[in-house]
């Protein structure tokens, strides 16, 4: 068989693993019906709980931008900041999320910049996502004592009577 000198589907593969990243732009809120969120939770499937600036929370779909080898820069956890775009031309049925979809993935740094572009908007309904209420577990910390509920160990056990002290005197030798 003869060899591949120019390389085939497989080197074209390899050849992307190298590529030099991009700094790009970072995207701004620019047409009505699109929002800044937070991810509050992750359903899974593609699929992500958003709460929007606005304090709703949404259902956003991710699209297959950010899947794949798109979702390297792209990675989705709860308190990240996203930008989503509200679907206005479906109706909201009782007890159900509005829908919307994934836009923009936001870095710590894009964050930063989004603040300093909008003071305007309420940044701090974001700060409480994500975060554990730490004030409740040292309650909870502080009302059981665990030492109570641990069965007694061995050596805690004391199953002979004390013993008086043996003096010298009452050791003999010839017993031994």
């Known amino acids: 068989m003869g060899k ?9 593969k390899m050849a992307r693993k190298h590529n030099i990243p991009v700094e790009r732009k970072t995207r701004y ?14 359903h899974g499937g593609g699929q992500i709980q ?21 979702k390297k820069d792209n990675i989705i956890n709860i308190g990240t900041v ?15 999320l509005q829908k919307c979809d994934l836009l ?11 603040e300093q572009h909008h003071p305007n908007l309420q940044w701090d309904t974001f700060s409480s996502v994500g975060v554990v209420d ?18 007694p160990s061995i050596s805690d056990i004391d199953t002979d009577p004390p013993e008086e002290p043996i003096s010298e005197d009452d050791i003999d030798l010839d017993e031994i």
């Open 50 to 70: 958003v709460l929007g600036i606005d304090g709703i929370e949404r259902l956003c779909f991710i699209r297959k931008k950010f899947k794949g080898r798109g």
């Open 104 to 114: 923009e993935v936001y870095s710590s740094s894009d964050k930063y910049k989004l």
């Open 4 to 12: 591949n000198k120019f390389g085939g589907n497989k080197a074209k």
């Open 29 to 42: 809120q620019m047409e009505e019906g699109e929002i800044y969120g937070c991810c509050n939770k992750i």
């Open 82 to 96: 996203v930008l989503v775009g509200v679907r206005e031309f479906e109706t909201i049925v009782d007890n159900k």
């Open 134 to 151: 730490t004030f409740l577990v040292k309650e909870a910390s502080n009302t059981i004592d665990f030492t109570e509920l641990l069965p």
